[in-house]
């Protein structure tokens, strides 16, 4: 069984090839893929995901580029350096803290594409504007807190029959947040 098995959404409209480059991205820097290890061979990528063998060359040509693989002729692909920090680590505490983070937001109501939103929110905003590591930590804590607050206002909403309970009612509920914090 290989390393890393690349999964391929077509609809998500992000070319394969790309897909390929940053399933293998996420994987280094999750530790998941160390120096050393071989990636699939083309052929076996083909074989479960039904895509052309030179999307995948291609990809693995973007990586080798990246200084990420390297060839090895006759032997297969190798992962030549991680990107991996041990702060992000699949089984750090980080990783246990967001998994905590999620699991309140999933029981305050949110849906899988509220928490993406919300998410991709607060680190746009936090990375936009600069902002140092040690903001981060209230922010993260303040977004879980937005997160059950938009969470509860949906689910009572649903409940109560007064709205849809939908992503946007959640998303407007952490923008009328911010504008009380001044966020």
Avoid: H
Wanted: without cysteine; charged residues 25%; aromatic residues 4%.
């Amino acid at each position: 069984m290989p390393v890393i098995e690349y999964r391929i959404d077509r609809r998500s409209g992000v070319s394969t090839y790309q897909q390929i480059v940053q399933q293998t991205e996420q994987a280094l820097r999750l530790g998941l893929l160390q120096p050393g290890d071989k990636l699939p061979t083309a052929r076996e990528v083909v074989e479960l995901t039904a895509i052309n063998p030179n999307t995948v060359l291609k990809a693995y040509r973007e990586l080798e580029r990246e200084g990420l693989v390297e060839p090895r002729p006759g032997l297969g692909t190798f992962v030549r350096r991680s990107l991996a920090r041990p702060e992000a680590a699949a089984d750090g505490p980080l990783r246990a803290d967001l998994v905590g983070w999620v699991d309140q937001a999933r029981g305050a109501g949110l849906e899988r594409e509220d928490i993406a939103a919300l998410m991709a929110s607060v680190l746009e905003q936090r990375f936009a504007t600069g902002a140092d590591s040690r903001a981060e930590g209230s922010e993260a804590q303040a977004a879980g807190t937005e997160a059950q607050a938009a969470g509860a206002r949906a689910t009572k909403a649903r409940a109560t029959g007064t709205g849809t309970g939908s992503a946007a009612e959640a998303a407007d509920g952490g923008a009328e947040g911010r504008r009380r914090t001044g966020a």
